[in-house]
């Protein structure tokens, strides 16, 4: 069972920068794409960001395209988002997740196995 633990989150201004981090208990952590996804308070959980195994690509939604990088550390077996500019709209819960898929685009959450518990970003305008 791959297990994957989120920190980073927290409360911040509109215009501020956070980055969160995503711990990895799998060996073969290079096997799988990992990505980002949020839930806002009362809506769906919605993607935001995935980076292919290593040597692949990247991909975002247009909402946090320009804003938001995603980078992983094969050695360390984590992932992290670092996000810019942070507006309103990106408070929600915040969660890793890593597919056995075997290449991008993979957007939909039932493309992903394994779930972190989440972390919440809070941004005040």
């Known amino acids: 069972q791959v297990q994957l633990v989120e920190s980073g989150g927290g409360l911040v201004q509109a215009g501020a920068s956070l980055r969160l981090s995503c711990l990895s208990s799998?060996?073969?952590?290079?096997?799988?794409?990992m990505a980002w996804f949020r839930q806002p308070p009362g809506e769906e959980r919605e993607f935001v960001a995935a980076v292919s195994r290593p040597g692949g690509g990247f991909d975002y939604a247009d909402s946090v395209k320009g804003r938001f990088a995603i980078s992983r550390d094969n050695a360390k077996k984590m992932v992290f988002l670092q996000m810019n500019s942070l507006k309103a709209e990106d408070t929600a819960v915040y969660y890793c997740?890593?597919?056995?898929?075997?290449?991008?685009?993979?957007?939909?959450?039932?493309?992903?196995?394994?779930w972190g518990q989440g972390t919440q970003v809070t941004v005040s305008s």
């Open positions: 997740a890593a597919s056995s898929a075997r290449s991008l685009p993979r957007r939909r959450s039932d493309d992903y196995d394994y």
């Open positions: 799998e060996e073969f952590f290079n096997a799988y794409i």
